[in-house]
């Protein structure tokens, strides 16, 4: 009696924290094809691992011009929702202790003063989740369109809005995506030194590979 | 004789401005004023200009942390490093001292003289959004006099609309260090020849645009009316990146007493494709209704090679136009920042007119902007 209980609550655990993401495409309905129909990158329900991309954050200056802070050190993995409505499940993660602007200065600026980095994980990276495309179908995740998403940043959490396009690539998929961030929103300080500042509004732009989940492993 | 008047251009080039520094380009800064008050380029460097060549050119600047609670420059960055502490308040004041050595040979003949290119005190106020800025010093024309070849005030508004009313260096092309290049001499803007004159600009994030109207060049406005005749110019410098930036520029100066109407047009393109190379490429066409039309193409690779130390090569072409003939540069310089706003700059110059022999010159500068 006891052993069926506990398989009734690991079932029960599972299945409610999972929830429809792990369903089989017989659950989810004709809106998903599967692997046969679609291609190995596009398997049904299948997970999209990036264990590295570009990341890009626009910075406008005050006085005119831009620069770009850079880095690679983007991971996470996702997995489409059951319909075209639901968010894809699982996030990724800008490591942002590494961003480079290609000189000293700025870097120190942007990361201690600005992000402030050292402040603990909340700080040291930043992270989306609830993924929602639209103009994108979930069954088939290529081609363009906006999505929303929720930022984790500098301690806050705030939703997003950008442009996004996923192409095939091999067994996975390529995405470039790109969102504007209002610096305030997330309690960032306006950067400014010695007359120089980023304007409130920046703009990130990502590029990545995700492999299928199969792939990836 | 044409080879002869090219030597002795070659000679009479080396007394002139200070410029900027577009090699910099390399670290992301697309915008002359990121470093300099001038939205033209060169003269006064600004606060961050200042903090720049200390913590990120000079060999032996500060690389330590920014205190975030203590936003002041460091007096390493600061007027004379700092001897005067916070006594200038909102003045900004630089003093910029050129002594230089040229040495030029050519068919047999060689001549050797130190020249002090600058010695001037710059000076500016910024506030909300305006900009006095000033100039005063010696000009070696012919006879070293005391003068100023600049005086402006300026003002941008938040959204980025401006204009610029005095006497000042107009914008055109990219505004190489090197004020001896071939697109930056025969503009008639290079030396003691800016314009009495009126400049509107949009500044965004992308692009800047600049158009200039003037009735005449400085020196024409103030004791030669014969020289006198309007001047305008524009520049549009539009950014493709962070470190790619493509400017189209133009001039128009109309016939005065004693010389024909004249103009050029040009297209330059700089890009950075590391953190530590800069390729900036000029090309123009100018003409006059007397000499007809010549073509000027410029090319600067700026290389930092260390900390401190950057290396330049610059190719560049000037076809003939009238009595001067088509002459071909190479270009090899290394500049060296042993510590905050103090420059070695040693360049070698081989200037080879057609059907004459080359003219070398080699150039050391001791270039200190204090």
Redesign the interface.
């Given at each position: 009696m006891t052993q069926i209980w506990t398989v009734a609550l690991v079932v029960g655990l599972f299945g409610g924290s999972f929830g429809p993401a792990l369903r089989t495409s017989r659950q989810v309905g004709p809106g998903l094809r599967t692997s046969e129909q679609t291609g190995p990158a596009l398997r049904t329900a299948g997970t999209f691992v990036a264990r590295e991309g570009d990341v890009r954050v626009?910075c406008?200056?005050t006085?005119?011009?831009?620069?770009?802070a850079r880095t690679k050190l983007l991971s996470g993995s996702v997995m489409p929702g059951p319909t075209p409505a639901d968010p894809w499940a699982g996030q990724f993660i800008v490591d942002l202790t590494a961003l480079d602007?290609?000189?000293?200065?700025r870097n120190?600026?942007l990361r201690?003063?600005y992000l402030e980095v050292g402040k603990g994980p909340d700080f040291a990276r930043a992270v989306l989740s609830d993924v929602r495309l639209s103009g994108i179908a979930g069954a088939e995740p290529v081609g363009k369109g906006t999505f929303t998403a929720r930022l984790r940043l500098h301690g806050a959490e705030r939703a997003v809005t950008g442009q996004a396009e996923l192409r095939r690539s091999g067994s996975g998929i390529r995405v470039r995506a790109s969102f504007p961030v209002v610096l305030e929103e997330f309690g960032i300080a306006k950067p400014?030194?010695?007359?120089?500042g980023v304007?409130e509004q920046v703009t990130v732009q990502v590029t990545f590979e995700a492999s299928s989940g199969e792939n990836a492993r | 004789m044409r080879s002869v008047v090219a030597f002795a251009a070659v000679l009479v080039l080396f007394a002139s401005l200070a410029g900027a520094e577009p090699a910099f380009l390399s670290k992301q800064y697309t915008r002359c004023t990121s470093c300099h008050i001038s939205p033209a380029g060169g003269g006064l460097l600004s606060s961050y200009g200042r903090s720049l060549s200390s913590r990120e050119l000079s060999t032996t600047g500060n690389r330590g942390t920014v205190d975030p609670d203590n936003p002041a420059p460091e007096p390493e960055a600061q007027f004379l490093w700092g001897a005067l502490g916070d006594k200038l308040g909102p003045l900004q004041l630089g003093a910029e001292l050129r002594p230089s050595r040229v040495r030029s040979s050519f068919a047999g003949f060689t001549d050797s003289r130190n020249i002090l290119m600058n010695a001037d005190i710059i000076a500016a106020v910024q506030k909300n959004g305006w900009t006095f800025y000033g100039e005063a010093g010696r000009e070696l024309k012919p006879e070293p006099t005391f003068g100023s070849y600049e005086h402006w005030a300026a003002y941008e508004s938040t959204s980025g609309l401006g204009f610029r009313a005095g006497r000042f260096f107009p914008a055109y092309g990219v505004h190489l260090a090197d004020h001896t290049s071939y697109n930056r001499v025969g503009l008639g803007f290079d030396k003691y020849d800016q314009v009495y004159g009126f400049e509107v600009s949009r500044n965004t994030s992308r692009s800047l645009v600049q158009v200039m109207v003037s009735p005449g060049l400085a020196e024409s406005i103030i004791d030669d009316e014969r020289a006198r005749s309007f001047n305008a110019s524009g520049r549009w410098q539009l950014d493709l990146g962070p470190a790619m930036t493509v400017v189209g520029s133009g001039l128009f100066r109309a016939e005065s007493d004693i010389a024909p109407k004249e103009g050029s047009a040009g297209l330059a393109f700089g890009f950075a494709p590391t953190s530590k190379l800069t390729i900036w490429s000029q090309g123009d066409v100018r003409g006059d209704d007397l000499n007809g039309a010549s073509f000027v193409f410029v090319n600067e690779t700026a290389f930092e090679a260390v900390r401190g130390l950057w290396l330049k090569v610059s190719p560049q072409i000037r076809t003939e136009s009238g009595p001067q003939p088509q002459i071909v540069r190479l270009a090899l310089s290394a500049t060296l920042l042993p510590r905050t706003h103090v420059n070695v700059n040693t360049t070698y110059y081989r200037d080879k007119p057609s059907g004459s022999t080359p003219i070398h010159t080699v150039l050391l500068q001791l270039h200190l902007y204090l």
């Open positions: 626009q406008p200056l006085i005119g011009g831009s620069f770009e602007t290609g000189i000293s200065l120190q600026h201690d003063n400014r030194y010695l007359g120089v304007k | -």
